[in-house]
């Protein structure tokens, strides 16, 4: 297993020899439109599923910029290489993000193929995408990414974000709807170096999901004033303290935590997993950004 066996006091051991699948909200990173967390979301009863809120501020391709022009007299090196046909004809077209998956009928598609599930977990509203650039951020050299109003320069194209879902005790459950989980590993990588004003979707609640909708999930037997953390894998709820949870997570980068919450080398796959975490007792001060979420 080479250097992937010295972080087994991180990560499940089968992970080394396993294939995994993940999807995340990092940029830059290949195919963002079909790697991110956005494809594996569900939506709340009222058909609610956070989308990145930063818009934007043009789009299509720059122009060019006059003083990467090539000296008149130097070498051409773009030319030399047949690298301005190609050039042109790509700054020539519009290259949009597509977010045909997250159309409606499409999720109603996927959800309607899932496994029945003997509880039902509703998802929270007061879930938000935090540092998450919108556009094409795929690190290639003319994506259309990243072109927010507050930019100091738009012609920069940095697309190196650390973005996640961001949420308290207030957003209710985050729900993953999982598929094709073969080999019953699913772990979720989240920080917690988050301020409480930075969860804008919980301004001024007072309740869970701003008491919107009554969720069909009874609240577990009341457990002391001190932080849970609650996990289902299709409906089964684990609770855990604060002291289980802080036994529980790993922390193989500085700021970077790691939960484990499937593995099941026994599992009988592939089937559809639907996951979810939610936090309590901690108000609007836990401000937790999921990351990314892996399977197997």
């Not at 051991?13 to 569900?42: F, Q």
Request: proline fraction near 6%; aromatic fraction near 10%.
């Amino acid at each position: 297993m080479g250097e992937c066996d010295k972080l087994k006091e991180y990560l499940p051991e089968r992970v080394c020899n396993t294939p995994m699948t993940a999807r995340g909200e990092y940029t830059p990173r290949a195919n963002p439109a079909e790697t991110s967390l956005r494809t594996i979301l569900k939506s709340t009863p009222d058909g609610f599923v956070p989308q990145i809120e930063d818009q934007m501020l043009y789009d299509g391709p720059d122009l060019r910029n006059p003083y990467l022009k090539v000296p008149h007299g130097e070498i051409d090196t773009a030319e030399i290489a047949g690298l301005r046909r190609r050039l042109h004809f790509r700054n020539t077209h519009s290259f949009q993000e597509e977010e045909h998956y997250l159309e409606k009928d499409s999720m109603n598609w996927f959800h309607s193929n899932l496994r029945r599930r003997h509880l039902e977990i509703n998802a929270g509203k007061g879930w938000q995408f935090s540092r998450t650039l919108p556009g094409n951020c795929d690190g290639t050299y003319d994506a259309i990414c990243g072109r927010l109003p507050s930019s100091d320069c738009l012609l920069d194209g940095h697309m190196d974000s650390r973005g996640g879902i961001l949420g308290n005790e207030l957003s209710g459950w985050l729900v993953f709807d999982v598929p094709e989980v073969k080999e019953g590993i699913i772990m979720l990588k989240f920080e917690r170096n988050h301020l409480e004003d930075e969860s804008t979707a919980t301004k001024d609640w007072s309740d869970i999901n701003n008491g919107e909708y009554t969720r069909h999930l009874q609240s577990p037997t009341p457990l002391p004033e001190d932080f849970f953390f609650d996990y289902a894998i299709d409906g089964n709820i684990t609770s855990l303290s604060l002291s289980e949870f802080q036994s529980k997570i790993s922390n193989p980068q500085n700021y970077i935590e790691l939960i484990t919450l499937l593995d099941d080398s026994k599992f009988e796959g592939p089937k559809n997993i639907e996951a979810a975490i939610r936090l309590r007792n901690c108000g609007r001060k836990c401000a937790f950004l999921v990351t990314h979420l892996y399977w197997a």
